[in-house]
């Protein structure tokens, strides 16, 4: 039986993908399990792997999760041609537990070309400005990310953190060419409906990061929201596991990205794609 798939742009991707960030900021695991969590993934079927450049500890290791993930797929014994590895650039995190912001040209331009390297490829296949920084027009950011699609560095163009209006200028300042907004969205944080109905309309993936509530809080998922943990007990399912059958129930365009750096909790959300749930059973959800 051939995986079920998704649309990003013109590639077609698992209906869930891997997020890497907990695999390089603080509390990550050493570097053999994060590598056997990134094969686990590879190895259920997941064809989608979320990083960016900003996920790394000390100001010495930037772009820690774009070189370990190169290395996993170098390393992984089956085919990862059909992989697509969707990075992020404009968030900087100057190695004090901080995040800054540069969405200047310039600077995108040259995070590009650190990427290219650091993921071994000649262009990214998917490319998305990670969040607006207020010191740059938002129309300039885009309009470099725009640049490096004609340019054929990146080959898909996406954006991170952004409200309608942004998704709207920024598809116009592309050309029409916006492949994937990527916004919190979980249980707990609910406010980008809004962006997640936008992109159905639109056409375009939509990326929850941090769908299971986040590093913090993922373990406690069905703990905080009780409907979420009565209907998995009654479907015999991990209320994490439900959730993200939730999401892709909600929208055929939803792709979520649940962070993971154990390889059981990969296969766990993974196998997600096989929970179909009645209207009836989404409705209750999206009510509580």
């Given at each position: 039986?051939?995986?079920?798939?998704?649309?990003?742009?013109?590639?077609?991707?698992?209906?869930?993908?891997?997020?890497?960030?907990?695999?390089?900021?603080?509390?990550?695991?050493?570097?053999?399990?994060?590598?056997?969590?990134?094969?686990?993934?590879?190895?259920?079927?997941?064809?989608?792997?979320?990083?960016?450049?900003?996920?790394?500890?000390?100001?010495?290791?930037?772009?820690?999760?774009?070189?370990?993930?190169?290395?996993?797929?170098?390393?992984?014994?089956?085919?990862?041609?059909?992989?697509?590895?969707?990075?992020?650039?404009?968030?900087?995190?100057?190695?004090?537990?901080?995040?800054?912001?540069?969405?200047?040209?310039?600077?995108?331009?040259?995070?590009?070309?650190?990427?290219?390297?650091?993921?071994?490829?000649?262009?990214?296949?998917?490319?998305?400005?990670?969040?607006?920084?207020?010191?740059?027009?938002?129309?300039?950011?885009?309009?470099?990310?725009?640049?490096?699609?004609?340019?054929?560095?990146?080959?898909?163009?996406?954006?991170?953190?952004?409200?309608?209006?942004?998704i709207r200028q920024a598809n116009e300042i592309i050309g029409g060419r916006l492949v994937s907004v990527q916004n919190q969205f979980?249980?707990?944080?609910?406010?980008?409906?809004?962006?997640?109905?936008?992109?159905?309309?639109?056409?375009?993936?939509?990326?929850?990061?941090?769908?299971?509530?986040?590093?913090?809080?993922?373990?406690?998922?069905?703990?905080?929201?009780?409907?979420?943990?009565?209907?998995?007990?009654?479907?015999?399912?991990?209320?994490?596991?439900?959730?993200?059958?939730?999401?892709?129930?909600?929208?055929?365009?939803?792709?979520?990205?649940?962070?993971?750096?154990?390889?059981?909790?990969?296969?766990?959300?993974?196998?997600?794609?096989?929970?179909?749930?009645?209207?009836?059973?989404?409705?209750?959800?999206?009510?509580?």
């Open positions: 039986m051939t995986n079920p798939t998704r649309t990003i742009g013109d590639v077609q991707v698992s209906p869930i993908g891997l997020g890497g960030m907990p695999m390089s900021i603080e509390g990550r695991p050493d570097e053999a399990r994060s590598i056997a969590t990134i094969h686990a993934a590879l190895d259920a079927g997941i064809t989608l792997i979320d990083t960016a450049d900003a996920y790394h500890l000390t100001a010495t290791d930037v772009g820690h999760n774009e070189t370990l993930i190169a290395k996993a797929l170098s390393s992984y014994g089956g085919d990862t041609s059909n992989v697509l590895v969707a990075t992020k650039g404009g968030h900087l995190r100057p190695g004090d537990g901080s995040w800054t912001l540069n969405g200047s040209p310039a600077y995108l331009k040259q995070a590009v070309e650190a990427s290219i390297k650091r993921l071994g490829v000649e262009a990214i296949g998917l490319y998305q400005f990670h969040r607006p920084d207020p010191q740059t027009p938002y129309e300039e950011s885009v309009g470099a990310i725009r640049d490096l699609l004609d340019a054929g560095k990146i080959r898909q163009a996406g954006i991170s953190n952004a409200n309608p209006e942004q979980s249980p707990k944080f609910r406010s980008s409906e809004p962006e997640l109905d936008l992109c159905d309309e639109l056409g375009i993936a939509f990326l929850p990061w941090s769908p299971l509530g986040g590093i913090s809080n993922a373990g406690e998922l069905g703990e905080k929201h009780p409907a979420f943990h009565t209907l998995a007990a009654e479907l015999g399912v991990s209320p994490q596991k439900l959730t993200l059958a939730w999401m892709l129930a909600k929208s055929p365009v939803v792709i979520p990205i649940p962070g993971s750096s154990r390889p059981e909790t990969i296969r766990d959300s993974y196998s997600a794609i096989e929970l179909t749930l009645t209207p009836e059973q989404v409705a209750t959800l999206d009510a509580s």
